[in-house]
């Protein structure tokens, strides 16, 4: 019976960490400068790259990995990691809309 919960957690963990690490590196759609460099899987599958619906979502782990490898909260990490003119205005429209209507 140990074993059986022992695994039971183990499996829980990597289930959670997958989807987490799946979650963070959704993030490489809003990123295009890192499509080229990032987005191995789609220039394999489907070749050059023009819209952020055209990236496969096992780039999305490559881009976890590389851009949030501890489970940093994304809202922080992305001021420290990119200066990127685009990101912050996603990020002020966002914070401009009102979401309790």
């Given at each position: 019976m140990k074993f059986v919960i022992k695994y039971l957690v183990g499996i829980s963990v990597?289930?959670?960490s997958t989807f987490v690490t799946w979650y963070e590196g959704?993030?490489?759609r809003y990123n295009s400068y890192e499509?080229?460099?990032?987005?191995?899987?789609?220039k394999t599958f489907n070749g050059e790259i023009i819209h952020k619906s055209d990236i496969s979502q096992?780039?999305?782990f490559i881009y976890a990995v590389k851009f949030?490898?501890?489970f940093q909260f994304k809202r922080?990490?992305?001021?420290?990691?990119?200066?990127?003119?685009?990101?912050?205005?996603m990020e002020k429209e966002y914070n401009n809309t009102n979401h309790f209507t």
């Open positions: 990597l289930l959670l959704s993030y490489i499509w080229k460099y990032t987005a191995f899987f789609s096992l780039d999305y949030y490898p501890f922080y990490a992305v001021y420290q990691s990119f200066n990127n003119k685009h990101l912050l205005s």
